[in-house]
């Protein structure tokens, strides 16, 4: 079995075509798939994702990108706190902070991010971060909390150091399609410092196909592209490397598989 755990499945590069999507998943082995929200009106949407699509399961959170749009924290979080009750919801995400596109919010990125953990705390749920050139404020955010949240860090791209550091605080890693790229040699070098136990496959659908299907939408179904690669560059088989991570993938996010 593979699990998918990182596939925005509401975004409109999929359009209508979900149900082929994930059927074909299906079809190369993909029975998990877990679909994060960027944005409060993707709510609804993955709600009925989950309850349409054995095997989706759902995450409810708000992205960095989107925190200008927020204009009462408390009430966001409070509406959060109440759909995360229900089936299939397995935690908070995507959550975390972007420093690459806009460093001038920086100090609302802080303040939604930092309510979002405290949410996923209080709630013993688990969290899907983003962190793109935000490594240092992402640190701060933790240091600064009584207790943290389990989680994931996906699609990672941050500092070997910074690596060490999530890794010692327990969280998992997940890297995408770009690992494959011919350019991402830094970027492999970080894979192979990630422990086994500590490991989780993703795609980021519909972004970071991998190579050899770059320029065209990214989609479940390639995990196992990325999941083969990772586990020739690790010197494992494929098979060994599926079973590891989908059982990662199981403890982190409780699913019953």
């Given at each position: 079995?593979i699990v998918?755990?990182h596939?925005?499945?509401t975004?409109?590069?999929?359009?209508?075509?979900?149900?082929?999507?994930?059927?074909?998943a299906?079809?190369?082995?993909?029975?998990?798939i877990?679909v994060?929200?960027?944005?409060?009106r993707?709510?609804?949407?993955?709600?009925?994702l989950?309850?349409?699509?054995v095997?989706?399961y759902?995450?409810?959170?708000?992205h960095?990108e989107?925190?200008?749009?927020?204009?009462?924290?408390?009430f966001?979080?409070?509406?959060?706190?109440?759909k995360?009750?229900?089936?299939?919801?397995?935690?908070?995400?995507?959550?975390?902070?972007?420093?690459y596109?806009?460093?001038?919010?920086l100090?609302?990125?802080?303040e939604?991010?930092?309510a979002?953990?405290?949410?996923?705390?209080?709630?013993?749920v688990?969290v899907?971060i983003?962190?793109?050139?935000?490594?240092t404020?992402?640190?701060?955010?933790?240091?600064s909390?009584?207790?943290?949240?389990?989680?994931q860090?996906?699609?990672?791209?941050?500092?070997?150091?910074?690596?060490?550091?999530?890794?010692?605080?327990?969280?998992?890693?997940?890297?995408?399609?770009?690992?494959?790229?011919?350019?991402?040699?830094?970027?492999?070098?970080?894979?192979k410092?990630?422990?086994?136990?500590?490991?989780?496959?993703e795609?980021?659908?519909?972004?970071?196909?991998?190579?050899?299907?770059?320029g065209?939408?990214?989609?479940?179904e390639?995990v196992?592209i990325?999941g083969?690669?990772?586990?020739n560059?690790?010197?494992?088989?494929s098979e060994?490397?599926f079973?590891?991570?989908?059982?990662?993938?199981?403890?982190?996010?409780?699913?019953?598989?």
């Amino acid at each position: 079995m593979i699990v998918d755990t990182h596939c925005h499945l509401t975004d409109g590069k999929f359009g209508t075509e979900v149900t082929e999507v994930v059927e074909r998943a299906k079809t190369n082995g993909v029975e998990k798939i877990i679909v994060p929200a960027s944005r409060p009106r993707d709510w609804e949407r993955i709600v009925e994702l989950t309850q349409k699509h054995v095997g989706v399961y759902g995450m409810l959170g708000v992205h960095p990108e989107e925190v200008d749009k927020i204009s009462d924290l408390r009430f966001l979080i409070s509406e959060l706190r109440g759909k995360l009750r229900q089936e299939k919801i397995v935690g908070i995400g995507e959550i975390g902070m972007d420093g690459y596109w806009n460093r001038k919010n920086l100090v609302k990125q802080v303040e939604v991010f930092g309510a979002q953990m405290q949410l996923a705390v209080d709630l013993e749920v688990p969290v899907a971060i983003h962190s793109r050139n935000s490594g240092t404020e992402i640190r701060q955010v933790m240091e600064s909390m009584e207790k943290l949240p389990r989680g994931q860090f996906h699609c990672f791209g941050e500092s070997e150091e910074f690596l060490e550091y999530v890794l010692g605080k327990g969280f998992y890693v997940s890297f995408c399609g770009n690992v494959t790229y011919k350019s991402a040699d830094s970027l492999r070098e970080l894979v192979k410092k990630v422990p086994l136990k500590s490991l989780l496959l993703e795609t980021d659908s519909p972004y970071l196909s991998p190579e050899g299907k770059r320029g065209t939408r990214n989609e479940p179904e390639n995990v196992r592209i990325i999941g083969e690669f990772i586990a020739n560059l690790l010197g494992i088989q494929s098979e060994e490397l599926f079973e590891i991570t989908s059982r990662n993938a199981r403890e982190l996010y409780l699913m019953i598989c």
